[in-house]
């Protein structure tokens, strides 16, 4: 599949057209950005750790039912997926009281949550990604649809069972993560962006030590040494 022009640029991802226009490439960057990128980074190799691992999670997921934008991994750095038009929501999931949820809402951090939180972040850098709800989302007209808002939870708790018993098999706790959604042509909500270390928190399981971006957020150490424990982890268990 021929690379053409590049389409957007975000801060782990360039998005590149392709000959067919329902299709796109995603070409995962080396960069590593943390508090709305006051704190930059490179690490040679995160962007083909987070290549391989997005790649096999999707797998993961579409072989456990929920339709994503993947299609096929190109080489080392770059995914072939189909054409979305991006909503402008992060959707998190969290199991664990950790990062953001702790510090607005003075909950201990690591304390285990009585129930699985979905919540969703306007994507407004200028804005600083604020915290929305269903009404917000329908007043910022990112959907009218209750059902579309009802769509997005509930896949996103199936996606958070899925992920965190295949990941707890190989002693990583699935703590908290950050999914975006798309709609392709067919008019479909479905999974897109990218799943890695980058957006997800994973602590090990025996010693809680943190093998995602926070390596990189609080200098816990090399940020590659903790994303290729992630990747062989990943590979140990065939995802
Ligand atoms: N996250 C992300 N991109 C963002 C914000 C959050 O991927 O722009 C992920 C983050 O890595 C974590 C989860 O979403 O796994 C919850 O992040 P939180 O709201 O605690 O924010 P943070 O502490 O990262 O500022």
Redesign the pocket.
């Known amino acids: 599949m021929q690379q053409k022009e590049l389409i957007y640029e975000g801060k782990g991802k360039k998005i590149f057209a392709t000959e067919d226009a329902n299709l796109i490439i995603a070409e995962f960057k080396d960069d590593l950005t943390?508090?709305n990128a006051q704190k930059k980074g490179n690490e040679t190799g995160k962007g083909a750790l987070n290549c391989k691992i997005s790649s096999l999670l999707f797998e993961l997921l579409e072989k456990n039912g929920i339709k994503t934008h993947y299609k096929k991994t190109l080489d080392s750095t770059h995914l072939l997926c189909d054409k979305v038009r991006i909503l402008p929501i992060?959707v998190?999931v969290?199991n664990v009281a950790?990062?953001?949820?702790s510090?607005r809402l003075g909950i201990k951090d690591g304390l285990e949550l009585p129930f699985v939180l979905v919540e969703f972040?306007y994507k407004d850098d200028v804005l600083g990604?604020p915290i929305i709800n269903d009404e917000h989302c329908k007043i910022l007209n990112i959907t009218q649809k209750q059902e579309d808002l009802d769509f997005l939870k509930s896949q996103a708790r199936k996606i958070n069972t899925i992920l965190k018993d295949f990941f707890i098999k190989v002693n990583l706790r699935l703590?908290?993560?950050?999914l975006e959604f798309g709609i392709n042509k067919e008019n479909q909500i479905v999974l897109a962006d990218e799943i890695s270390p980058?957006?997800?928190?994973f602590w090990d399981k025996d010693t809680n030590e943190k093998l995602?971006?926070d390596v990189f957020?609080q200098n816990l150490g090399n940020v590659k040494v903790a994303y290729e424990e992630v990747l062989k982890r990943i590979l140990s268990q065939g995802a």
Do not use: M, P, Q
Request: charged content about 50%.
């Open positions: 943390a508090f992060e998190v969290r950790t990062g953001s949820l510090k972040y990604d703590i908290d993560f950050k980058d957006s997800c928190r995602d971006k957020r």
